[in-house]
């Protein structure tokens, strides 16, 4: 069993118990008196900040690396983040694999710091849309991977039915094509292979160049320097997302700043 499918099959029993918890239509009345969500797609595509834009992630540890910080703090985090150029802040909110929490989100949303949040999880039930439009995300993830056509083809259209915006995440050329064939508008391209977690820029070249003109095209995993950035800017990527790096940066504002390239 590779990871993604070990944490695939944890995750299906973590929402049935959350929907036992909190059920649909407690967490429908919440999500009805959520803000209106901001607009994920315009801020990739922000004209105001150099490209790529940069979604800047909370994160407190994965299942390859374990723990970024010790002295982690989601908010401090987000508040930098924001401060220093960040086009969009994604909230990992996977407890058990990558140390996240729901309340991390909507605390972040509550801090009103300007910025889109993406939901980043592993997102394959509408009730986990609903989710995230309860806790403050304007977008959430779907990893074409773990996903069924039917299945993603009704995320997407869930998740505009609550007002956010898919980012809907490829690795091969076959996943692209499905996620084009299921209206993606915005495509994140993982350099990370969920099966092994081998990390592979190539691979964002190589698929960016196989992507419609129309797309937001996101580039995720393993860009570190800015010879990483200007390639991946020349293979006509317009955002960036970018977790270890800046959370276990020693000055996060200044990592920020070198990545957006929006001062020194």
């Known amino acids: 069993m590779s990871i ?3 944490i695939f ?26 803000r209106i969500p ?3 797609a315009t801020a ?16 407190y540890k994965s299942p390859s690396k374990g723990v970024f910080r010790q002295d982690f703090d989601p908010l401090s985090l987000a508040t930098s983040y924001a ?17 996240g929490h729901l309340e991390t989100l909507s605390q972040i949303d509550a801090m009103d710091l300007g910025l889109p949040l993406l939901r980043k999880d592993f997102i394959f039930d509408p009730y986990q849309v609903l989710e995230a439009r309860a806790y403050g995300a304007s977008a959430v993830l779907l990893i074409v991977a773990m996903l069924a056509q039917p299945a993603l083809e009704a995320l997407i259209e869930k998740t505009y039915k609550y007002h956010l915006t898919p980012l809907v995440e490829v690795h091969s050329e076959d996943e692209l094509s499905r996620a084009i064939d299921a209206g993606a508008k915005i495509i994140g391209i993982n ?6 977690f081998k990390v592979d820029l190539d691979v964002s070249v190589r698929l960016a160049s196989k992507c419609p003109a129309d797309k937001v095209l996101v580039s995720e995993s393993g860009i570190k320097t800015q010879s990483d950035i200007k390639r991946l800017a020349d293979a006509g990527v317009d ?21 957006t390239r929006v001062a020194p």
């Open 4 to 6: 993604l499918e070990e």
């Open 239 to 259: 955002a960036i997302l970018v977790g270890e790096l800046l959370v276990s940066a020693q000055d996060t504002g200044r990592k920020v700043r070198s990545l």
């Open 38 to 40: 901001l607009d994920f």
């Open 83 to 99: 401060n220093n150029g960040a086009a969009a802040i994604s909230v990992l909110t996977d407890e058990t694999y990558f140390g």
């Open 44 to 59: 990739l595509i922000n004209h105001d900040l150099p490209t790529p834009r940069l979604i800047a992630e909370v994160k």
């Open 9 to 34: 099959a944890h995750k299906k029993v973590e929402v049935n118990h959350a929907r036992q918890r909190f059920p649909t239509a407690e967490l429908e009345a919440q999500a009805s008196k959520a």
């Open 191 to 196: 350099n990370r292979d969920l099966h092994d």
